[in-house]
C-alpha cells in the first residue's frame, strides 16, 4: 500500500525567506503525486501536480516541486515566502485506487 | 464556478442522533469522494463514487456510516447512530474524469461535533 511521510510537523519561516517541505513517499509504480494547501477553516486547494515528464513541476502562487525518484521525494520550494502562504501543507499520491493518500501535514507560520 | 458545496458547515449533535452530510459536486463532474479528517487520522477516503455508482467504500469505518448519490449534482453522507468519535471535518471532493489525472477539487468541508 502507498504512504506519505512528512517529517515536519511545524515550519517557521521569516517572511521573504525562502521555503522547502519535505515529502517522501512509497509506492510500488511511478506515483502520482500532489502538493495541496489548506488554509484555516477552508477546504484543500491544488498546488501543483506530477504524472510524468519534467521533474520539476510548477504550480500556483509560485511554489515549484521536484521529484526525485531515487529519493522517493516530493520536495515543495517557494523562492520567497509571503504571509499570506501561512497555512497547512498536504502531499498525497494516487496509488491507483483514485483514492489520495495524504500526509500527515505541514504547518507552516511566517514571522513578520 | 460555484465549487464544490458542502452543506451544514458546521453540525452539533448528541451521540445517538442521525446526522446527514450534503454535497453538491462542480457541474460536470462525474467522479465524487468523501474524505475525513482528523487529528488522529489525518485525511482518509471514506468513500468514492463515478457516474453515481459506488466504486470504492473500504474506507467506510462501519455501517453505522452510509453514503448515496441519487443524482448527478448530490450526495449525502449518513451517520446513524453518531457516536463522540465521528467527531471530525468531512469533505467532499469531485473530479471531472475518472483517471488518476483528473484533479480533485475539494470543498470547505463540514466540521462536525458529538457531544
Known amino acids: 500500500a502507498q504512504s506519505v511521510t512528512q517529517p515536519d510537523i511545524h515550519i517557521t519561516v521569516s517572511e521573504g525567506a525562502s521555503l522547502e517541505l519535505r515529502c517522501n513517499y512509497s509506492y510500488g509504480a511511478t506515483p502520482y503525486l500532489f502538493w495541496y494547501v489548506q488554509s484555516p477553516g477552508q477546504g484543500l486547494q491544488l498546488l501543483l501536480k506530477y504524472f510524468s515528464g519534467d521533474t520539476l513541476v510548477q504550480g500556483i502562487k509560485g511554489f515549484e516541486a521536484e521529484f526525485k525518484r531515487s529519493q522517493s521525494s516530493f520536495n515543495l520550494r517557494k523562492p520567497s515566502v509571503h504571509w499570506s502562504d501561512a497555512a497547512e501543507y498536504f502531499c498525497?499520491?494516487?496509488?491507483?485506487?483514485?483514492?489520495?493518500?495524504f500526509g500527515s501535514g505541514t504547518r507552516l507560520q511566517v514571522q513578520p | 464556478d460555484a465549487g464544490v458545496i458542502q452543506s451544514p458547515r458546521h453540525e452539533v449533535t448528541e451521540m445517538g442522533q442521525e446526522v446527514t452530510l450534503r454535497c453538491k459536486p462542480i457541474?460536470?463532474?462525474?467522479?465524487l469522494f468523501w474524505y475525513r479528517q482528523t487529528m488522529m487520522r489525518g485525511l482518509e477516503l471514506l468513500i468514492y463514487?463515478?457516474?453515481?455508482?459506488?466504486?470504492?467504500d473500504s474506507g467506510m469505518p462501519e455501517d453505522r456510516f452510509s453514503a448515496k448519490m441519487p443524482n448527478a449534482s448530490f450526495s449525502t453522507l449518513k451517520i446513524q447512530p453518531s457516536e463522540p468519535r465521528d467527531s471530525a471535518v468531512y469533505f467532499c471532493?469531485?473530479?471531472?474524469?475518472?483517471?488518476?489525472?483528473?484533479?480533485?477539487?475539494f470543498g470547505p468541508g463540514t466540521r462536525l461535533t458529538v457531544l
Open positions: 471532493a469531485s473530479s471531472l474524469g475518472d483517471r488518476a489525472t483528473d484533479t480533485q477539487y
Open positions: 498525497a499520491v494516487e496509488g491507483g485506487r483514485r483514492a489520495l493518500t
Open positions: 457541474s460536470g463532474h462525474n467522479s
Open positions: 463514487f463515478n457516474n453515481n455508482v459506488p466504486i470504492d
